[in-house]
């Protein structure tokens, strides 16, 4: 299939079984190792320090267009960032653990012709389900490569019809603080939400994740559906998503409203934009040992770079 993405769309048969792959424990060693010292991130809280006997990654199986390997199921659904549980990456999952996500209804309008409610089932059915391998980028410096199944945002977009006043898309989390404990402090704008701008939510590249390593989306990870931006910070990738709005004005988002000189609207991966508390020239590759070099737009500029022509990126950060 020839395709114009970078990102290679891949069969559930190909994505390497995930017993393949070392357990986590086993990785968390390895990965100790190249974290040193706690790293100090506005959304991180700092990395736990474990053992040093370090033990090679194997790294058969899927790979993104660059040839990264995914990471293993293990790494991706105990590795998470999802602050309406809790703030520390490994406690996430089990928090997660019995959070309702069926039945789930997704609420699409605003300045739209043909407002409508979806539930998940209905989107299932709607929307061709594609696998998409991409690299998550956090702002936090880390990264991992994901095999993500889910359908164009675009795609649903032109379903309900933006009208011509619609110049951005904005999401909105659920809110229930009942079952997201995280949701209780105060310290957060609830409910977490996230916007673009309409015409890179158009990008192809741009999807709403109902999957992950051909099964269905686990609670940690957004399900039962949730965006995926790869060319920008993770934190843009919004989970667990109840409502999506097309509006007039750049919406608010939950971390520029929290510290705007440190996260901004646009968020895209940029090496030669440092966070001010640290370096963005490098990222640690979840199972890796050594630090690499962070990509422009997180290596898909030629798919979304022309979307910022004549944008200085070092003001829209
Ligand atoms: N969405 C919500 N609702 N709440 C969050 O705390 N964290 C973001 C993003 N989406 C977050 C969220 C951040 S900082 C990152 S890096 C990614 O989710 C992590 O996605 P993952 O846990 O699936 O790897």
Known sequence: MTSVYKSVPIRSSEITPKDTYLSRRDFMKAASLATGAALLAACAPSVANESQD?????????????????????????????????????????????????????????????????????????????????????????????????FSLASLLKMVEPTSDAKYVRFETVYRPDEMPGQKSPFYPWPYQEGLRLDEAMNELAILATGLYGEPNVAQNGAPIRLVVPWKYGFKSIKSIVKIELVAEEPDTLWKDIAPNEYGFYANVNPAVDHPRWSQASERRIGELSRRPTLPFNGYGEQVAALYDGMDLRVNY
């Open 54 to 150: 370090a033990r090679p990654v194997p790294t058969s199986g899927a790979t993104d267009e660059l040839g990264n390997p995914v990471n293993t199921y293990e790494d991706i659904t105990h590795y998470n960032n999802y602050y309406e549980f809790t703030v520390d990456k490994q406690e996430v999952a089990g928090l997660a653990k019995g959070f309702t996500t069926s039945p789930w209804t997704v609420e699409v309008g605003g300045l739209v012709n043909n407002a409508q409610t979806f539930g998940v089932e209905d989107l299932l059915k709607l929307f061709p389900q594609e696998e998409r391998i991409y690299r998550l980028r956090c702002v936090e410096a880390w990264s991992m490569v994901i095999p993500w199944t889910g």
